[in-house]
């Protein structure tokens, strides 16, 4: 099977406070985008990788990939103010394809076995996505007061990458930009349609580079993974 993927990597990461785009931060002395990239370069169900960048920061972008030895980025189009957007103009980079995946930049430890899962279900049935089941006691609040205890046994904590086959990640998309909808991800999207979309249980690991705490849960992965 393969696949092409959609980075996301224009957002400007105010929660991080560093200043720059988070992406470029270092995890072991390397930018979390690389350890991102780095997974998809590995595998070979990956067909291409197709990032969403701000125009400021393309040349650096490119000097990274050079640096890196990243060869399967393919197209770098110009990102837009939402994610949806930045998703679209992949996703007319890409044109045509048979699956494909979003993935947030900033989530560099997910694992080839949970993509290809994702892939193989995208295939069959149309979507799925990564996520973890809800771990904490979820209560339903309004203006401070706990209105209920809400059941955590179907509640997941969705994550990416977030798979589907081609055309229908590309009609949903294209069907929210006439009607001027904006959804949270694709999966919103997809389901806005009518689709099912199907869970693929991921990892806890697989975080969100968001605030400076992450970077320590994210050093600490690594320390745990290749040793340090």
């Not at 197709?50 to 972008?61: H, M």
Request: glycine share 8%.
């Amino acid at each position: 099977m393969v696949y092409d993927v959609i980075l996301p990597a224009a957002g400007s990461g105010k929660r991080m406070g560093a200043g720059k785009n988070k992406l470029f931060l270092e995890l072991k002395e390397k930018p979390i985008l690389i350890h991102t990239l780095e997974v998809f370069e590995k595998d070979e169900w990956c067909r291409g990788i197709y990032l969403a960048v701000k125009d400021s920061e393309r040349e650096f972008i490119q000097n990274l990939l050079k640096h890196y030895h990243i060869t399967k980025v393919k197209a770098m189009p110009t990102g837009g103010a939402e994610r949806q957007y930045s998703v679209q103009s992949c996703m007319k980079a890409i044109g045509n394809g048979d699956i494909v995946l979003v993935h947030d930049a900033a989530r560099p430890f997910i694992l080839e076995p949970t993509i290809h899962k994702l892939v193989e279900a995208a295939q069959q049935k149309g979507a799925a996505i990564a996520g973890v089941r809800a771990k904490d006691t979820m209560k339903r609040v309004e203006e401070g007061i706990i209105q209920e205890t809400v059941d955590r046994s179907t509640l997941w904590m969705i994550q990416t990458p977030q798979a589907f086959r081609f055309e229908l990640l590309q009609y949903a998309e294209n069907h929210a930009e006439q009607d001027g909808f904006l959804g949270t991800d694709e999966s919103m999207l997809v389901e806005r349609e009518g689709e099912f979309v199907y869970m693929v249980e991921s990892s806890y690991e697989n975080v969100k580079i968001t605030t400076k705490e992450d970077l320590v849960f994210g050093e600490a992965i690594l320390n745990q993974r290749i040793g340090g």
